[in-house]
């Protein structure tokens, strides 16, 4: 065949298409410091920081300065943050405790096994609901009438089912990420396009094939969203479980600040819960991000499907 | 479902130029009773072996239904679609489909696009990857096997498609609207590459089309289709000599007699379907009504 010079005319018009020398012996740290200065040189970090001054502007104006009416008995900003910083707090907790990070290790690894037993769970089942018609007629429908059950409801029968104040939390924080993962993992099989799988069997793949090599991967978008709600949803399942029973961990440390009216932990509870939430959250978007680079570059060349 | 990949797989090697399939009195009916909607009636056409045959025809005609039987994903209501006299039943390695839309796995890269079929046989063999190189220079791909297909052009993605077909040298390649929704020019440059491939391999080959000029330029026959419920209306053959360029065809008087031809064809064809209220059949005559004017 003759060196074609129409495909060297078909690859030059493609702008972003780099051919692999281009982009070949740029490391991952390089890469991750540049898109840090790209970050910084975009308006998106000046424009976070006017969000949270806006919003804790408005949160001392309203309890320290206006003191609006029912706002009088909520702890203010330099309160809470004077709290949370002393070496000496007036409620005994803050940075400086031990118990503070107690209480945060205790919710993590509760927030963990959860989310772990609800992953190893809920994607296997999320994949054959999706893959199997008639599995989903059997379990669907038992499924759906479950999922808008309350975590809170299943206080009660969670106590009675299992022995001791650790298990229940963990049942509790367990189901509610467990519903979020499996439907999102079906949704991401059904949303598979019917072109890949008839390709894979046109190209001479049995089912498992089909299965490892186009369902899995191909849903996989949908069950890192997923993942992400999971964990998300699995922090507030959390609290109320702490609420109920247990001695340590960040729901109870905002549920005894309340019965005891020591206001700023409650508050210092919350943004601790706030901040580990969001850290887990990045930590699965990152896995994702890391084990899905086709879908993340698809994204980043602005995705023209 | 090994043994039978390995018997179809081992008929492959069998003929270089490809198999023959035969296509007789198909019929295919979507729902039944009052809801039937006939999409192919009584339709038989041959696919000689190592002939490239397009098949053309208003859009929303069935031709898609029919590739589908073809490739066995669907079975026709009734009539034979036999492969080499084997009744073809269901998806096989020995008929592969290039489809519409890119069907390429966004989430490997060009390289293990190329290797699936191989490696869903268990063939990632020296002899295979080599071919895959080979494969991967034919089309042009060579500095683009690590990247995904979200990272191609449209053209090139079409191109890393051939090679992930051709890879399992299948005795029938089938091509649905293969170049469809690329733009002019790399349309015009994928026919002509694409013309090179097929006078470079000879193999048993199908391509569906909408446009007349791509028809003739590629095929050594034509098989122009009826409305919905489609049926073979004319057979033209195409005695043009290959290699062909596609300012030889423009210039060709028997080309030009060739598309005259078709094009009456289709139009009355499109007439019909635009009688009963075809939105594609109304564009299709726009179209033809400027390209008229235009010559």
């Known amino acids: ?22 982009v070949r012996g740029i490391s991952p740290l390089a890469l991750a410091i540049h898109r840090f200065l790209l970050w910084l040189r975009s308006p998106r970090p000046y ?48 940075v400086f405790t031990p118990e503070y990070y107690l209480h945060i290790w205790v919710s993590t690894r509760r927030v963990a096994i959860a989310f772990f037993l609800a992953t190893a769970i809920g994607v296997p089942l999320g994949l054959f609901l999706g893959w199997s018609e008639r599995f989903k007629q059997y379990v669907f429908p038992v499924f759906e009438l479950l999922r808008p059950v309350p975590p ?43 072109s890949y799988t008839r390709a894979a069997s046109c190209l001479g793949a049995t089912r498992w094939q089909v299965f490892r090599h186009v369902i899995v991967p191909g849903a996989m978008p949908f069950i890192f969203t997923g993942l992400q709600i999971s964990v998300g949803v699995a922090w507030f399942s959390l609290v109320a479980g702490e609420m109920v029973s247990g001695q340590y961990g960040l729901g109870y440390v905002i549920n005894t600040s309340y019965t005891m009216v020591r206001y700023p932990t409650i508050v210092i509870g919350m943004i601790t819960l706030g901040i580990v939430g969001y850290v887990t959250s990045a930590a699965v978007r990152f896995v994702g991000d890391h084990l899905m680079q086709w879908r993340t570059r698809e994204l980043a060349l602005g995705g023209d499907r | 479902m090994n043994i039978q990949q390995m018997a179809q797989s081992s008929q492959v090697i069998s003929s270089p130029l490809g198999s023959q399939i035969s296509v007789t009195n198909v019929s295919k009916i979507y729902g039944a009773g009052d809801f039937a909607k006939e999409v192919v009636r009584d339709c038989s056409f041959t696919l000689d072996r190592g002939k490239l045959t397009v098949m053309i025809g208003p859009s929303g005609c069935g031709k898609s239904t029919l590739i589908r039987m073809l490739a066995g994903f669907e079975r026709p209501s009734s009539g034979a679609i036999t492969l080499d006299g084997k009744a073809v039943s269901r998806p096989g390695l020995d008929r592969l489909v290039v489809f519409q839309e890119s069907a390429l796995f966004p989430w490997m890269s060009t390289y293990d696009n190329i290797m699936f079929g191989p490696r869903a046989r268990g063939e990632d063999t020296p002899e295979m990857r080599a071919y895959a190189e080979e494969l991967l220079h034919k089309v042009g791909l060579d500095g683009f096997r690590k990247k995904y297909p979200a990272q191609l052009s449209g053209g090139m993605q079409r191109r890393a498609e051939l090679a992930r077909s051709m ?47 791509e028809a003739i330029y590629l095929a050594d026959r034509i098989l122009i289709m009826t409305n919905i419920p489609t049926q073979v209306r004319a057979v033209i053959n195409v005695d043009l ?10 210039e060709n008087d028997d080309a030009n007699a060739i598309k005259m031809r078709a094009l009456s064809l289709l139009h009355e064809e499109a007439m019909k379907s635009f009688a009963r209220g075809s939105k594609a059949a109304a564009d299709f005559v726009d179209a033809y009504a400027k390209r008229i004017n235009k010559e």
């Open chain 1, 152 to 194: 809170l409801a299943w206080v009660p029968l969670a106590i009675v089912m299992f022995k001791g104040s650790e298990t229940p939390i963990i049942f509790l924080t367990f189901l509610a990420s467990f519903y979020a993962t499996a439907l999102n993992t079906m949704l991401g099989v059904e949303s598979i396009d019917v």
């Open chain 2, 241 to 250: 000599p290959r290699p062909r360029h596609v300012e030889d065809i423009t």
């Open chain 1, 1 to 22: 065949m003759t060196e074609a010079s129409p495909l060297r005319a078909l690859n030059r018009d493609v702008s972003l298409g780099l051919a692999d020398d281009a």
């Open chain 2, 167 to 213: 890879i399992n040298k299948p005795a029938v390649m089938i091509l649905d609207e293969p170049f469809r929704g690329l733009d002019a020019m790399t349309k015009k440059l994928m026919q002509e590459y694409y013309s090179n491939l097929y006078e470079e391999f000879r193999r048993t080959t199908f391509f569906v089309t909408t446009d007349i000029d």
């Open chain 1, 47 to 94: 424009l976070m920081i006017v969000g949270f001054t806006l919003f804790i502007g408005f949160w001392y104006l309203a309890v320290e300065v206006w003191k609006l009416p029912r706002f009088s008995e909520m702890p203010g900003p330099t309160e809470v943050v004077r709290e949370w910083f002393s070496r000496n707090p007036t409620y005994g907790l803050s």
